[in-house]
């Protein structure tokens, strides 16, 4: 079983950062891919950017340039930086966690961006 604790969510001004973070525990498991999706109201939820153990990192087109997702191995950490914060990014984000077979997800963090 694997726990995923996020914190930095938060309001902020358009133009603004915040830092994400999500940490991973648990025992016996190795990391295969982690990384954020969102959800705002009423819309799907979307990948916002992952990294793939080995094969590096991917992020949606919507975001590129603007965020930056890194991960602290030793800490079983990661993290998404957010920089020029739009309006469009406010949603609720969440930590994705996949372990061949399984799939986990953190509870969620609000975003709000106010212009």
């Known amino acids: 079983q694997v726990q995923l604790v996020e914190s930095g969510g938060g309001l902020v001004q358009a133009g603004g950062s915040l830092r994400l973070s999500c940490a991973a525990s648990g025992s016996g498991f190795s990391i295969n891919a982690m990384g954020w999706y969102r959800q705002a109201p009423g819309k799907q939820r979307e990948l916002v950017a992952t990294?793939?153990?080995?094969?590096?990192?991917n992020y949606a087109d919507s975001v590129k340039g603007r965020f930056t997702i890194s991960k602290d191995n030793a800490k079983n950490t990661v993290y998404l930086q957010m920089d020029s914060l739009k309006p469009e990014d406010t949603a609720v984000y969440y930590c994705?966690?996949?372990?061949?077979?399984?799939?986990?997800w953190g509870q969620g963090t609000q975003v709000t961006v106010s212009s």
């Open positions: 994705n966690l996949y372990t061949w077979p399984y799939n986990y």
């Open positions: 990294i793939i153990t080995g094969a590096g990192t």
